[in-house]
């Protein structure tokens, strides 16, 4: 018998409507970007991780149009809970193109948190450790994206959750002599549970994937939502999204709801139609 069904975690109405955490602050979603048609170059393979990675002209178009909003791209450990004025740009993965995302971003005057897949470090297509320290000596948040991705991080039991954050942190703390107290939710599987275990494990700051700028906090964790990036997303887009403006943010939290139901009930039948419908693994 299989562990049970996930504790959800808490939804938010859509929109900047949403006022039910300690404050509220835009967070943008990246993973990873490539040189045109080189899908599988950097980050996880597949036509399906693909769907979230850009090429490198569109993000340098993306991040002229966020520079062009007058907000600020500040570190989260340096929110204090009056920050209107502020999104968070995040990278999932810890694909090997952060690196250059991460200067890039420094030409705006802006700061990334990239959080890392623990086993991944050193491999083909993700950053080594030598990349990993130095993308913090640049000023940027170095965090964990679990230790081996697993598909539906909410389903596993206890223990399995407790090591994919410890190991994880574990790593990643060795390679920068420091604690590591950021960290997101891989796959979009986000629950309380999850959140409960990142906070055992030292996690401080835990972005999920719901759609939302209401910053709640769970046994010590503040909880982040993102709005994500995909494929497609055009300058104005992304601008909106970080401003809420005209609506972009109430559509991704409807489109979102609209599939949770399934994601959560119906996992792995979910993730099969979404392997066959972007065509690969």
């Given at each position: 018998m299989g562990p049970a069904a996930p504790e959800p975690a808490p939804a938010c109405p859509p929109g900047d409507a949403c006022r039910g955490g300690e404050w509220m602050t835009a967070s943008l979603m990246y993973h990873d970007l490539v040189d045109p048609g080189g899908w599988d170059a950097s980050g996880f393979p597949g036509p399906s991780a693909a769907s979230y990675k850009f090429e490198w002209d569109e993000y340098e178009r993306q991040l002229r149009a966020l520079s062009g909003t007058g907000l600020r791209f500040p570190r989260v450990d340096a929110l204090d809970g009056e920050d209107d004025d502020a999104c968070l740009l995040t990278f999932d993965d810890g694909g090997c193109s952060a690196v250059e995302a991460a200067r890039r971003l420094e030409?705006?005057?802006?700061?990334?948190?990239?959080?890392?897949?623990?086993?991944?470090?050193g491999t083909p297509g993700f950053l080594g450790a030598a990349d990993v320290r130095a993308l913090a000596a640049s000023g940027h948040v170095i965090g964990s994206h679990s230790h081996t991705?697993?598909?539906?991080?909410?389903?596993?039991?206890?223990?399995?959750?407790?090591?994919?954050?410890?190991?994880?942190?574990?790593?990643?703390?060795?390679?920068?002599?420091?604690?590591?107290?950021?960290?997101?939710?891989?796959?979009g599987f986000h629950s309380t549970l999850v959140a409960?275990?990142?906070?055992?494990?030292?996690?401080?700051?835990?972005?999920?994937?719901?759609?939302?700028?209401?910053?709640?906090?769970?046994?010590?964790?503040?909880?982040?939502?993102?709005?994500?990036?995909?494929?497609?997303?055009?300058?104005?887009?992304?601008?909106a999204?970080?401003?809420?403006?005209?609506?972009?943010?109430?559509?991704?939290?409807?489109?979102?709801?609209?599939?949770?139901?399934?994601?959560?009930?119906?996992g792995p039948a979910y993730r099969w139609a979404r392997r066959r419908a972007f065509g690969g693994a």
């Open positions: 030409q705006h005057g802006m700061v990334g948190h990239f959080l890392v897949t623990g086993e991944r470090i991705h697993p598909p539906d991080i909410s389903r596993l039991d206890a223990r399995a959750l407790a090591a994919e954050w410890e190991s994880s942190v574990s790593r990643l703390s060795q390679i920068l002599g420091h604690a590591v107290d950021v960290a997101s939710v891989p796959g409960r275990s990142a906070a055992r494990a030292g996690i401080r700051h835990l972005f999920t994937s719901e759609p939302t700028t209401s910053v709640a906090r769970i046994d010590g964790c503040r909880i982040h939502g993102r709005y994500a990036l995909q494929r497609g997303a055009t300058p104005e887009l992304v601008a999204l970080a401003v809420g403006r005209g609506g972009a943010r109430a559509r991704q939290w409807l489109l979102w709801n609209l599939k949770k139901p399934a994601k959560r009930f119906v």
